[in-house]
């Protein structure tokens, strides 16, 4: 799978070089591209951004300058590649949502700044046919500086969905979202010692009762639920 990545800062994304993404890399699971879009501005303090019409605060990424980016990077592979914008406006992203994305044989994420990018980019890219349309993405109901977070989010989602990326296969389908899922959150997991500053592990953990041991993680991940999510076990709740 391929993924560029477009951004002002591309320094941002450099943890991407590292651990499980990296490997990922190295072995030619992932092609990861970072580009700068400065690189395609045309005057000479490399701008690319401007006032928004009709007024108000900050600033408005230029439509001219993301597309002369998209077009390069476009032609510079083969086939359609799907545009990614994160985005405050977008669709919430969830395990489906990164599931579907993970099937892209190509996906061109256009990371924003300030207080976003010229509404007719999106428009543009979505009538054409050398692209497979155009996806605002948010993270969720909160607003950060730029869309760079939400690119890293992204590939390490899309990343450990790639048979081969994970190593341990199992895991990623049997997570709190994966398709194995129970539909609830994890429960609690422990590890050595068996006691901590006066905390003990839960003595069933240490029985070998192996069906005690599973009906007592249902028990766990059915309260943290009904605790922290109850919307994921009555979605007129959320
Ligand atoms: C992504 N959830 C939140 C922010 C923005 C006022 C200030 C800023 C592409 O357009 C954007 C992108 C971003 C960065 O992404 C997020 C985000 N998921 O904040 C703005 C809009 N209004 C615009």
């Not at 941002?12 to 990922?24: N, V």
């Not at 990614?84 to 489906?96: F, Q, Y």
């Not at 046919?129 to 500086?145: C, K, M």
């Not at 028990?219 to 605790?227: L, N, P, S």
């Amino acid at each position: 799978m391929r993924v560029d990545i477009v951004t002002v800062f591309p320094d941002y994304l450099r943890p991407l070089d590292l651990s499980l993404i990296g490997k990922a890399r190295d072995i030619g699971l992932l092609d990861v591209r970072v580009h700068d879009l400065r690189d395609w501005a045309t005057d000479r303090h490399r701008t690319v951004d401007d006032a928004p019409y009709g007024g108000g605060p900050g600033m408005v990424m230029r439509a001219d300058v993301w597309g002369e980016a998209l077009d390069a990077i476009r032609l510079s592979g083969e086939g359609a590649p799907l545009l990614v914008i994160p985005s405050p406006s977008g669709l919430p992203l969830d395990h489906r949502a990164v599931e579907a994305l993970s099937r892209s044989e190509w996906i061109v994420i256009a990371c924003g700044r300030y207080e976003g990018i010229d509404a007719r980019l999106e428009q543009h890219y979505r009538g054409r046919p050398d692209w497979r349309g155009v996806q605002e993405i948010s993270l969720g109901d909160y607003v950060v500086a730029g869309g760079e977070v939400a690119a890293l989010v992204l590939v390490e989602a899309i990343g450990r969905l790639i048979p081969g990326v994970l190593g341990n296969e199992e895991s990623a389908i049997r997570d709190s979202f994966g398709e194995g899922c129970s539909g609830f959150l994890e429960s609690p997991t422990f590890t050595r010692p068996e006691e901590w500053r006066g905390l003990r592990v839960p003595e069933v953990l240490l029985s070998g009762d192996h069906g005690r041991v599973a009906a007592w993680r249902d028990d766990q991940a059915r309260r943290r639920t009904e605790a922290n999510r109850p919307g994921l076990l009555d979605p007129g709740l959320e």
